[in-house]
């Protein structure tokens, strides 16, 4: 494991004024243009079907670039080159892991289409009427939104603040806010047909610029990769240990099962997030999704490859130490590598760091917005909608704005208030529940054919209750150097992550409940699985639990 005494120290300065001055200048104008931009894209639709899945009419080119765009979010940009920096072989496990979720949405993608469902609680709902599962969809949706908002913004912070030169916590939140300010008006006029053409940007930008970032490292080391690898190997934290799994600052005295639940949980709390699910649904057609999620993949592994590439490039380069000591968690490694990699003063410089300044708040706006809208559109279709008898479509659709701002600020709020603390388990929170609540309820919905409404809520809330419990007794939140509380210890759970007991008992659970329960008690019996294979365009009203 990883020394953790010089990680966090801020005692490296990353930008010379003379760097800083004209990136920051360059920065302003691009948020300034992306802002314009927006307007453009605003537009005065009071049909819930257009604002929330834009008609269902993407093509598979622009949903595939769109659903690739998901995946490029702030936190894979920035936190994976900076995992690979400090701990190695365990940041090249973690990459790997979310391209494979993109996998497993492969796999559901046609079905979820197909099933006429934007909504975890659309597709709760085809087993079972009323509105507690609604209302359980709405919960687990809120429990991983909030988690992911926090964890985004604070991210844009502490990137904003390594540009303007002042690394320090007080500087971080002044940043957090005032860019999650810009993103909640953005956010709060978006719509999913404008988040689309804003992430299909967003793409073949990034791509552009992490391929002239490897390339421009490859030259460092004369075009040579073992020439690279070697060195990211010589001037990382551990030599010895850089290239072999242990490095990772959550390991357990179960190592091997520790790795095989925190793997579980990356893999399907990816595929099973509720932003991916809603750009699904926005697909003409449920073969349309599958090609679309074919094109995501493809785009995704080039994204991974360049990114892997890249944390290599920022260990050599720029040496994991300087790394640590900007930021403990590594974010910096990226931003610092695009400012090592050319002579100090040069324009191509100022270029090449303001391109990946303009990436990472590009992904930050495009996550923030898609995490923040998914969640607001559960909470507009899935608990406004059922509870009040005289909505309208418009009221509806302001309802949804509303939740945007309220869900944007209170993710906010709770990034600066939570800016001395090690936050990073949410993530890890929000992928189980994810993977321990959505997962095994959507396998049964589509391929078990007895699975009740007993079952689903026993295997939500089952599930929802041991990451709760899980993790809160964990390494994660006390009794370790990266935990929220490290000068406590009340870890009783030997895992990091809770998906290794969460998912299969939630599964159990799901079983147990719809076999001990009769199949006409409050459940949608009637699903006609016609739907799921393209035989027909979707549910019935009753399998849809109207």
Same mark, same amino acid.
């Given at each position: 494991?990883?020394?953790?005494?010089?990680?966090?120290?801020?005692?490296?300065?990353? /930008?010379?004024?003379?760097?800083?001055?004209?990136?920051?200048?360059?920065?302003?104008?691009?948020?300034?243009?992306?802002?314009?931009?927006?307007?453009?894209?605003?537009?005065?639709?009071?049909?819930?079907?257009? %604002?929330?899945?834009?008609?269902?009419?993407?093509?598979?080119?622009?949903?595939?670039?769109?659903?690739?765009?998901?995946?490029?979010?702030?936190?894979?940009?920035?936190?994976?080159?900076?995992?690979?920096?400090? /701990?190695?072989?365990?940041?090249?496990?973690?990459?790997?892991?979310?391209?494979?979720?993109?996998?497993?949405?492969?796999?559901?993608?046609?079905?979820?289409?197909?099933?006429?469902?934007? &909504?975890?609680?659309?597709?709760?709902?085809? $087993?079972?009427?009323?509105?507690?599962?609604?209302?359980?969809?709405?919960?687990?949706?809120?429990?991983?939104?909030?988690?992911?908002?926090?964890?985004?913004?604070?991210?844009?912070?502490?990137?904003?603040?390594?540009?303007?030169?002042?690394?320090?916590?007080?500087?971080?939140?002044?940043?957090?806010?005032?860019?999650?300010?810009?993103? &909640?008006?953005?956010?709060?006029?978006?719509?999913?047909?404008?988040?689309?053409?804003?992430?299909?940007?967003?793409?073949?930008?990034?791509?552009?610029?992490?391929?002239?970032?490897?390339?421009?490292?490859?030259?460092?080391?004369?075009?040579?990769?073992?020439?690279?690898?070697?060195?990211?190997?010589?001037?990382?934290?551990?030599?010895?240990?850089?290239?072999?799994?242990?490095?990772?600052?959550?390991?357990?005295?179960?190592?091997?099962?520790?790795?095989?639940?925190?793997?579980?949980?990356?893999?399907?709390?990816?595929?099973?997030?509720?932003?991916?699910?809603?750009?699904?649904?926005?697909?003409?057609?449920? $073969?349309?999704?599958?090609?679309?999620?074919?094109?995501?993949?493809?785009?995704?592994?080039?994204?991974?490859?360049?990114?892997?590439?890249?944390?290599?490039?920022?260990?050599? %380069?720029?040496?994991?130490?300087?790394?640590?000591?900007?930021?403990?968690?590594?974010?910096?490694?990226?931003?610092?590598?695009?400012?090592?990699?050319?002579?100090?003063?040069?324009?191509?410089?100022?270029?090449?760091?303001?391109?990946?300044?303009?990436?990472?708040?590009?992904? %930050?706006? &495009?996550?923030?917005?898609?995490?923040? /809208?998914?969640?607001?559109?559960?909470?507009?279709?899935?608990?406004?909608?059922?509870?009040?008898?005289?909505?309208?479509?418009?009221?509806?659709?302001?309802?949804?704005?509303?939740?945007?701002?309220?869900?944007?600020?209170?993710?906010?709020?709770?990034?600066?208030?939570?800016?001395?603390?090690?936050?990073?388990?949410?993530?890890? /929170?929000?992928?189980?529940?994810?993977?321990?609540?959505?997962?095994?309820?959507?396998?049964?919905?589509?391929?078990?054919?007895?699975?009740?409404?007993?079952?689903?809520?026993?295997?939500?809330?089952?599930?929802?209750?041991?990451?709760?419990?899980?993790?809160?007794?964990?390494?994660?939140?006390?009794?370790?150097?990266?935990?929220?509380?490290?000068?406590?210890?009340?870890?009783?759970?030997?895992?990091?992550?809770?998906?290794?007991?969460? %998912?299969?008992?939630?599964?159990?659970?799901?079983?147990?409940?719809?076999?001990?329960?009769?199949?006409?008690?409050?459940?949608?019996?009637?699903?006609?699985?016609?739907?799921?294979?393209?035989?027909?365009?979707?549910?019935?009203?009753?399998?849809?639990?109207?």
């Amino acid at each position: 494991m990883v020394s953790l005494e010089l990680l966090g120290s801020g005692a490296v300065e990353p /930008f010379d004024v003379a760097v800083r001055q004209p990136v920051i200048i360059s920065i302003l104008v691009f948020i300034g243009c992306a802002l314009l931009w927006l307007v453009t894209l605003v537009t005065d639709q009071d049909s819930p079907d257009e %604002v929330y899945v834009a008609d269902r009419s993407l093509s598979p080119a622009v949903n595939g670039f769109a659903m690739a765009g998901e995946f490029i979010t702030a936190i894979s940009l920035l936190a994976i080159p900076g995992a690979i920096a400090l /701990f190695g072989y365990d940041g090249f496990a973690a990459a790997v892991d979310a391209l494979l979720g993109m996998g497993v949405a492969l796999l559901l993608a046609q079905r979820i289409r197909n099933s006429g469902c934007y &909504t975890l609680g659309d597709l709760f709902g085809l $087993r079972a009427r009323g509105p507690a599962p609604r209302a359980a969809a709405a919960l687990v949706t809120l429990a991983i939104t909030l988690p992911l908002l926090l964890i985004q913004l604070r991210a844009a912070g502490i990137s904003a603040s390594l540009v303007i030169g002042a690394s320090t916590e007080h500087v971080q939140v002044i940043c957090t806010i005032m860019i999650g300010c810009l993103i &909640t008006c953005f956010a709060a006029v978006a719509e999913l047909r404008g988040t689309t053409f804003m992430q299909v940007v967003k793409v073949p930008l990034t791509l552009m610029t992490l391929a002239v970032i490897t390339l421009l490292a490859l030259r460092e080391f004369e075009w040579n990769p073992g020439n690279l690898l070697s060195a990211a190997v010589d001037a990382s934290l551990a030599p010895d240990a850089y290239l072999s799994p242990g490095m990772w600052p959550y390991e357990t005295d179960f190592g091997t099962l520790n790795d095989v639940g925190a793997h579980l949980v990356v893999i399907l709390g990816t595929a099973m997030a509720p932003h991916l699910i809603l750009r699904i649904s926005a697909s003409r057609s449920g $073969r349309s999704a599958r090609r679309s999620m074919s094109i995501a993949a493809v785009l995704s592994t080039a994204f991974v490859a360049l990114l892997l590439t890249a944390g290599l490039a920022s260990t050599a %380069v720029v040496g994991s130490r300087t790394i640590g000591a900007v930021d403990g968690n590594g974010q910096s490694a990226l931003v610092l590598l695009a400012s090592g990699l050319l002579h100090d003063g040069s324009s191509a410089r100022v270029v090449l760091v303001t391109a990946i300044s303009c990436v990472a708040f590009l992904a %930050v706006l &495009t996550a923030v917005s898609s995490v923040t /809208f998914a969640a607001a559109v559960s909470l507009a279709h899935d608990v406004f909608a059922r509870y009040r008898r005289r909505r309208t479509d418009e009221g509806e659709v302001r309802v949804l704005r509303l939740a945007v701002v309220v869900l944007c600020a209170l993710g906010l709020s709770l990034s600066a208030a939570t800016y001395r603390y090690q936050v990073e388990f949410l993530i890890t /929170f929000a992928m189980s529940v994810a993977a321990s609540c959505v997962f095994p309820a959507l396998i049964y919905t589509f391929f078990w054919r007895r699975f009740n409404r007993r079952g689903l809520l026993w295997s939500v809330y089952g599930g929802l209750l041991l990451c709760v419990v899980l993790m809160l007794f964990s390494s994660s939140v006390s009794g370790s150097a990266y935990a929220l509380w490290p000068e406590e210890d009340f870890a009783w759970y030997p895992f990091q992550t809770p998906g290794l007991v969460a %998912v299969p008992i939630a599964f159990l659970l799901g079983w147990i409940g719809s076999v001990t329960s009769s199949r006409d008690s409050g459940s949608a019996a009637a699903v006609d699985h016609s739907f799921l294979t393209e035989r027909r365009s979707g549910p019935t009203a009753t399998a849809r639990g109207q």
